[in-house]
């Protein structure tokens, strides 16, 4: 049998994330990708510690952690160096939650993206700062309970919709991923790899922690949010849109339904959510149309 | 070769034949000709480098240490609010024990908004592990920054360059900028033993429990201990080669000195003069510059004190609620030794207000006569 997805793990086993943790399967689909060439720069996140304490390290290959706002900007030097000593076949991969892509750390990645830095950068996201206790962050979605917005005040407003601004600061590559879709994640990184400048990925990576569901439902979770489409999967590559679409679409009520924080919504509220989907779902398909 | 520079140009002739080989900074007054300069170079090939044109010194540093973990030499200068905007990565490049060097002009903090000099930007990065210059001149600064790499890249810790801000940033004066071949012999390139390589790939800076987080702090303790020998010994070294004696401390007709005056960066010079004037009218006034504030140069006060009856401390800078920073540290220098001093602190010149002779004249006056001193604070020139 050919495999579609390389054999080889890189990522070592004995690291320490939850049970069930889509951020581990994402790394480990990504150094599948990637291979041993690559230097991974770590800032503050879940990540931090599923790699392993001192003197262990679970990558299997060069990592630097890093402060929590300064992944794209250590990366940036960390790439600097191996052009001053003409080290072309490494790939440096800033590999951030979202909370330290979209929220600390944008700036940083704004000003990579604007001078074309050559970097990977792979936010994996999870929707919420899980390191310190599942607080909101600017990509947690619409509804959303997490520790600082309570079921009474829970998360009001879109995500922040990070692919679209950093496809607006015409980087070649912008893409969104999810883990229930790995070949689709390595076939995107293995076209950020060919390209210069700074490739933005961002995967969905569920969290059973603070999404408050059972860990055997990970993979299934992540496959609805692409199949409800309330986190499409697309890419937009120098300038052009291309979307997958779901063969069939499900309502978002299967998505949230499976998970805690989700659990105190109305049927009112996630109808709102569903017409909110479906309308950014809508926006989507007429920009490849127009972009395509 | 001599030639007739800037303070911030000679940062930046500094860092050219250091070969530093990846510099990433955000421009800031005073600054920013240190920056200009540099960009010139690298866009001329004239330095082989690689310029990172960051959006912010937070930026700038978490490059530079990128670069550095990456392997290369880098190089950095900011001043006032950008180096306290730099302030996690300062902790960050110790911790990570890169030995990166930094020029930072001292300029006043706001608000009020004031570009002039003034030491509390660089004073409140002392715990975090940096080693620290104090420059008198515009050759020093230059000298010192090669100094700098030689001593961070033995110990596995950076090292801030301080300049004056205008006094000595914008002031032209001839110096004599060593030439490349000597440099590149006494400053061999740097090649580090732990770096990001991915045919040895290690984790760095991970997670470290209380099991192991002591022993790190102590081995930057340890390595702050060799610096202090090392700064003496490389500065001597660099005498031999280039004619320019360096230490931890300057000292200025100190030997017979029964009053001795303590002071750093350029208002040395100034105070220099004012020893020479007093000394003429028959006092034995002393005095010694403070040239490395970390490592901390403790033996050095503490031979001169057995001998002077009276020290006075000049700091430009202030710690609210106590008193001037290197008044603070002298005192607790002397604290375990047997004969005590005097010890007056004077506060001057916050935010580029002038300091001249005749001020630091009438401070020796005073320390003479003991009158009119306060114990802890003497603020010199206050408008009413
Ligand atoms: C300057 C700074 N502020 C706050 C923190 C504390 N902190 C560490 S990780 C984290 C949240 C990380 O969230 P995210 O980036 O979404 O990654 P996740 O933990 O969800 O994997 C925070 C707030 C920090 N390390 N540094
Ligand atoms: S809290 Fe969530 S993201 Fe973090 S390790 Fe656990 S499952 Fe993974």
Same mark, same amino acid.
């Not at chain 2, 010694?288 to 503490?302: C, D, G, L, N, S």
């Given at each position: 049998?050919? *495999? ?6 890189? *990522? ?79 790939? =440096? ?19 990579? @993206? ?7 950068? =792979? ?29 009474? @005040? ?130 989507? *398909? ?7 | 070769? $001599? ?18 080989? /990846? ?9 920013? &000709? !240190? ?23 937070? +930026? ?18 900011? +001043? ?18 890169? %030995? ?11 608000? %009020?908004?004031?570009?002039?000099? #003034? ?20 050759? &020093? ?9 030689? !001593? ?21 004066? %001839?110096?004599?900028? %060593? ?35 002591? &022993? ?41 000195? #029964? ?15 004012? /020893? #020479?004037? /007093? ?8 005095? /010694? ?33 106590? &008193? ?33 002779? $005749? ?17 802890? !604070? ?7």
């Amino acid at each position: 049998m050919k *495999l579609t997805i390389p054999e080889k793990e890189i *990522l070592n086993p004995g690291h320490l994330a939850c049970q069930g943790c889509g951020a581990a399967l994402a790394m480990r689909y990504a150094l599948k990708a990637l291979g041993r060439k690559t230097i991974i720069v770590l800032p503050a996140c879940c990540w931090t510690v599923i790699d392993g304490p001192f003197p262990y390290s679970s990558a299997g290959v060069p990592l630097f952690h890093t402060a929590f706002e300064t992944a794209a900007s250590c990366g940036a030097g960390v790439n600097a160096a191996l052009e001053v000593k003409g080290k072309n076949e490494v790939t =440096v991969l800033s590999w951030a939650g979202d909370g330290g892509t979209m929220d600390i750390g944008i700036q940083a990645l704004s000003g990579a @993206a604007e001078r074309g830095d050559n970097l990977i950068y =792979v936010c994996y996201d999870n929707e919420a700062y899980m390191n310190t206790g599942i607080q909101r962050s600017s990509s947690t979605p619409h509804g959303s309970w997490t520790s600082t917005t309570p079921v009474k @005040a829970f998360k009001k407003g879109p995500k922040k919709n990070m692919i679209e601004i950093m496809a607006a600061h015409k980087i070649p590559y912008s893409v969104s991923a999810s883990i229930s879709h790995p070949e689709d994640f390595i076939a995107k990184l293995q076209i950020a790899k060919q390209l210069k400048g700074v490739k933005f990925m961002q995967i969905l990576s569920p969290c059973p922690a603070g999404w408050k569901y059972p860990s055997n439902l990970t993979v299934k979770i992540a496959k609805l949010a692409i199949e409800t489409c309330i986190f499409p999967l697309y890419e937009v590559k120098q300038g052009r849109y291309k979307v997958k679409k779901p063969a069939n679409k499900k309502p978002v009520s299967e998505y949230l339904k499976l998970q805690g924080r989700f659990r105190h919504l109305t049927g009112e509220e996630i109808d709102e959510i569903q017409k909110n989907t479906d309308q950014v779902w809508k926006e989507l *398909l007429k920009k490849e149309k127009v972009f395509g | 070769m $001599k030639k007739f520079i800037t303070g911030n140009h000679a940062v930046s002739f500094g860092a050219k034949i250091s070969r530093a080989e /990846v510099i990433a900074a955000y421009p800031i007054t005073p600054q920013t &000709e !240190i920056v200009e300069k540099l960009s010139e170079m690298v866009a001329s090939g004239e330095l082989k480098a690689k310029f990172a044109k960051v959006e912010s010194e937070h +930026s700038a540093l978490a490059a530079c240490i990128g670069a550095s973990a990456a392997g290369c030499r880098s190089f950095t200068a900011t +001043s006032s609010q950008g180096l306290a905007l730099m302030h996690e990565m300062l902790h960050w490049a110790s911790g990570a024990r890169l %030995p990166i060097v930094m020029a930072n002009v001292n300029r006043a903090m706001a608000p %009020p908004w004031n570009v002039w000099s #003034d030491q509390t930007d660089s004073l409140a990065q002392r715990d975090t592990g940096w080693i620290q210059f104090y420059c008198e001149s515009n050759q &020093e600064i230059v000298d010192t920054i090669i100094q700098a790499y030689r !001593i961070s890249e033995k110990v596995n810790l950076p090292a801030m360059v301080v300049l004056d801000a205008f006094i000595l940033s914008h002031t032209s004066e %001839p110096v004599d900028v %060593p030439e490349q071949k000597k440099v590149d012999r006494f400053l061999p390139s740097y090649d580090p033993k732990y770096k990001l390589d991915i045919d040895q790939p290690h984790a760095f800076g991970g997670l470290v429990n209380p099991e192991w987080y002591y &022993e790190f702090r102590y081995k930057i303790a340890c390595s702050m201990e060799e610096a202090r020998g090392l700064i003496n010994e490389v500065g001597k070294e660099f005498g031999k080669q280039f004619g320019r004696n360096y230490g931890l401390v300057e000292k200025y007709r100190s030997n017979d000195a #029964d009053v001795i005056l303590v002071v750093s960066g350029s208002l040395s010079s100034t105070a220099k003069e004012a /020893v #020479d004037r /007093v000394r003429k009218k028959g006092r034995k006034a002393g005095l /010694v510059r403070i040239r490395a504030f970390r490592p901390f140069p403790k033996e050095e006060i503490r031979k001169l004190a057995k001998k002077a009856g009276v020290i006075g401390v000049l700091d430009r800078n202030i710690s609210f609620g106590n &008193e001037g920073i290197f008044f603070s540290e002298i005192k607790s220098a002397l604290y375990s030794q047997k004969r005590k001093p005097l010890v007056y602190g004077f506060v001057v010149g916050l935010g580029g207000r002038d300091v001249r002779c $005749k001020d630091i004249e009438k401070m020796i006056d005073s320390l003479y006569k003991k009158q009119g001193l306060k114990k802890d !604070i003497n603020w010199i020139g206050l408008k009413k």
